[in-house]
Structure formats: structure tokens, C-alpha cells
């Protein structure tokens, strides 16, 4: 292990989540702890519960759990389904993967999708899948919409008109743990049962919150599930919640955190921090496109504004260039996960982020090839710039 220097000056945090925390959500978190059944708790519960409602665009049950984003996925499928049940689910990465895996674990029976990593969900073939089951026993389709481990980004809304075309009963659960307050998201409207987030990504918090958001479909199917649930449960969640408790100790000092992120999300409004994050994941993408370099989603209507994923030339590696980067300019760069490991590194656009942050970041990036021998036209920065400039 090496041992730690002092280094000035800020550390650039540009890996897709854990992203920045802002300096005003740090010192919300650093007030005293307060007890979370005295009198000033339920004031907190109501006006996180409450400002959390414009970001999922619901006005739906949405249950915060102390927990990471894995947890929330969890309580997603044991709430709903039952061992033996059957989902839907779709290759589209890492993360992806990772909850067919668990999906498995919890003895839930999987019709897997396989993919490249290089796009999103396709609608047409989950209209194809659900067709075919013409004795209805898919009862999910599991859909990650920002897949945080390549930078793809499945459009929802084309998936719900998919799934309608076809009448299928199917739930439709939906991973948004990086796209939520970065990208327009809208439960409501998409008709998802099942939304889970986590506060690490766009919601620019620490890590230690789970999300979901529910539909009443969602909660009649919860009544008949046979999973066995306790800490999960939403029923006792939401009735805790309506009295502004919880049924255990909630992370009280996060859920500060949440209430000043949130209030800075709708501060900025949140029309525009959708813009600044479509803005900025374009500027990356111009950088990436004149280095020379190519961007490991193909499908340009799938590109993600949460990351941009960039493939390593031939023979070069993605860690040694991080690696680099990391010494020489105190920056951290996302690792390919899985079968991308060393294959491509992950540019986060995330959260608390600006202009002259990406113009920061980018130039890291470049003088981070040009150190590391990789093959690219030099000036990648100076088109980012310019795009900039003129918006
Ligand atoms: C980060 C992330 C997860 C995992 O969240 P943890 O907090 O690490 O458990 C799952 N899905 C997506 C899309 C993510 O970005």
C-alpha cells in the first residue's frame, strides 16, 4: 500500500458515483445527530419524501432505505416476486449482470438477453420476448436505464410503449440508480411499478441511501408475494413514514445531506441541471470524437449524460493510463468492470459538476494520453471548448 501524500488542491472525483458532494451538503451532514423519533424527525421525513417527488416525477409511495444502491435493487424484487417467479432481464453490462445474479440468488428464474455492452435495451425485442409468452409468465421486465459500467442509456419510454403493444401484465422495474437527477425521469408517465435509486450518483450524496419508488401495482403485488420480507418491507416503511418515523433507525445525517441536495437540485431548477448534464456529456463526446478515440456505446440515441465510456486503442491499457493520470494530476478516472476491465476507462459527468470542471477533467484525460503513449489527435480539449463557448 502506498502511503498517502498531502497533494493541494482539490482531488477530481470523476468516476460515475460515488460523484462530488457539494461543501453545503458536507456541512448539512456534519450537524449534531438527532433523535429520529423526537419532535423535530417528521419535518425532515415529510420534506425529503416530498422534494424527492419532483425528481422521480411521482406522486407514488417512495420508500429510503439505509442501504446502497445493491439493497434497493433487493428490495425491489423481494417485495413483488416470489421464489420460482419469472423476469425478463437484458445484458446491457456490468451492473445489469449483477442484479440477474442476485435476481438468481433469491431463486427467481431469469430469461437473460445477452448483449456486446455496447447499447441499451432494444423495445423491439422485449415486445418480441413478451409475445412469446403466451401463458403470461414473465411477471417482470427488469430494464437498468443508465448502465453505469459502459455508458448506455435504455429509453424507457420506447420499453413502456414495447410492453403495452403487447398487453402483457408484466411488471416493469426500473434501475435509475445513476440516471436519477441527471436525466428527465418520469415514473408516473412511464408507468414504471418499481423505480430504484441510490444517493451516490446524481443525487450527489455519500453512498448509503436506497430508493424506490412504487405503483399501486406494485403494492397489490407486494400483498401476494410469498418472498419472505422484513427489513424490505414496504408496508411497514410506508406506514412508519406516514407518522414521519421510520420502523429502524433511518441514516439520519445522509437524509440532512438529502434535504440540502435536493433543495440545491431544485434551486438550480430541474430543467436546468438536465441541460447542464446533456451540455457537458456533448462536450465529452466532442473531446472523444476528435481525439480520435471511440466511445463503447455505438447507438447515439443511447448515450448516456451520466458517463462516457472510452475504448483503449489496441494494446494499450485503460488502468495504466488511470494509473497515470492519478499520480501525475490527483484525478480518478472509472475502471472497466467485468469483461471491460483494462479495455476502457469511464469519464463521470455527474452530480455537482460544471464547465470548467469538465474542461479540467478533459485535459487531465489528454495530457494523461499523450503521457501514456496512447494513440490520439491532440486537441480534443480545445473542440470541447469551443462547443462550450458557444452554448
Ligand atoms: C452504482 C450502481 C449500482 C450499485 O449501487 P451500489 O450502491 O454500489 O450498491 C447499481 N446499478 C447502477 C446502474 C449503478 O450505477
Not at 413502456?160 to 401484465?169: E, G, K, L, Y
Not at 493520470?325 to 455527474?350: D, Q, V, Y
Request: aromatic share 8%; net charge negative; proline share 4%.
Amino acid at each position: 500500500m502506498s502511503i498517502a501524500k498531502q497533494r493541494a488542491g482539490r482531488h477530481f472525483l470523476q468516476i460515475p458515483g460515488p460523484s462530488n458532494v457539494p461543501d453545503s451538503v458536507l456541512r448539512a451532514m456534519s450537524k449534531a445527530v438527532i433523535d429520529h423519533r423526537g419532535p423535530d424527525f417528521p419535518d425532515i421525513t415529510f420534506d425529503v419524501l416530498n422534494q424527492l417527488k419532483d425528481v422521480f416525477n411521482t406522486t407514488a409511495p417512495i420508500v429510503i432505505y439505509p442501504s446502497s444502491g445493491t439493497g434497493a435493487w433487493e428490495a425491489a424484487l423481494v417485495n413483488v416476486l416470489s421464489p420460482g417467479d419469472k423476469i425478463l432481464a437484458f445484458e446491457t453490462g456490468w451492473f445489469a449482470t449483477l442484479w440477474k445474479n442476485m435476481s438468481q440468488k433469491l431463486g427467481i428464474e431469469v430469461e437473460w438477453v445477452e448483449s456486446d455492452w455496447r447499447r441499451g435495451v432494444d423495445p423491439s425485442i422485449v415486445a418480441d420476448k413478451l409475445a412469446a409468452d403466451s401463458k403470461k409468465e414473465i411477471k417482470a421486465v427488469c430494464v437498468v436505464h443508465s448502465e453505469t459500467s459502459t455508458g448506455s442509456m435504455s429509453r424507457i419510454s420506447k420499453i413502456r410503449q414495447a410492453i403495452d403493444s403487447t398487453n402483457h401484465p408484466a411488471l416493469f422495474m426500473v434501475d435509475a440508480i445513476s440516471s436519477l437527477g441527471c436525466v428527465e425521469y418520469k415514473h408516473d408517465e412511464w408507468a414504471v411499478d418499481v423505480t430504484i435509486s441510490g444517493s451516490q450518483k446524481g443525487l450527489m450524496l455519500p453512498p448509503g441511501l436506497g430508493l424506490n419508488a412504487l405503483s399501486e401495482k406494485a403494492l397489490e403485488a407486494s400483498k401476494l408475494s410469498s418472498s419472505r420480507v422484513s427489513y424490505w418491507s414496504w408496508q411497514e416503511m410506508i406506514e412508519n413514514n406516514e407518522q414521519g418515523v421510520f420502523p429502524y433507525t433511518p441514516a439520519t445525517n445522509l437524509l440532512f445531506g438529502l434535504q440540502e441536495a435536493l433543495k440545491l437540485l431544485h434551486g438550480e431548477g430541474l430543467a436546468n441541471v438536465y441541460a447542464r448534464h446533456s451540455r457537458l456529456a456533448q462536450a465529452t463526446r466532442i473531446a472523444l470524437e476528435n481525439w480520435g478515440l471511440e466511445n463503447l456505446c455505438v447507438v447515439p440515441e443511447e448515450f448516456s449524460d451520466c458517463l462516457t465510456a472510452v475504448v483503449m486503442p489496441e494494446g494499450h491499457d485503460a488502468d495504466n493510463l488511470r494509473k497515470i493520470i492519478l499520480e501525475k494530476f490527483n484525478m480518478s478516472l472509472g475502471t472497466g468492470l467485468g469483461k471491460m476491465k483494462s479495455k476502457i476507462f469511464r469519464i463521470g459527468h455527474i452530480g455537482d459538476f460544471n464547465e470548467l470542471a469538465l474542461t479540467g477533467t478533459l485535459s487531465g484525460v489528454e495530457m494523461g494520453l499523450g503521457i501514456a503513449g496512447v494513440p490520439h489527435t491532440k486537441g480534443g480539449i480545445n473542440a470541447a471548448m469551443e462547443f462550450l463557448s458557444n452554448q
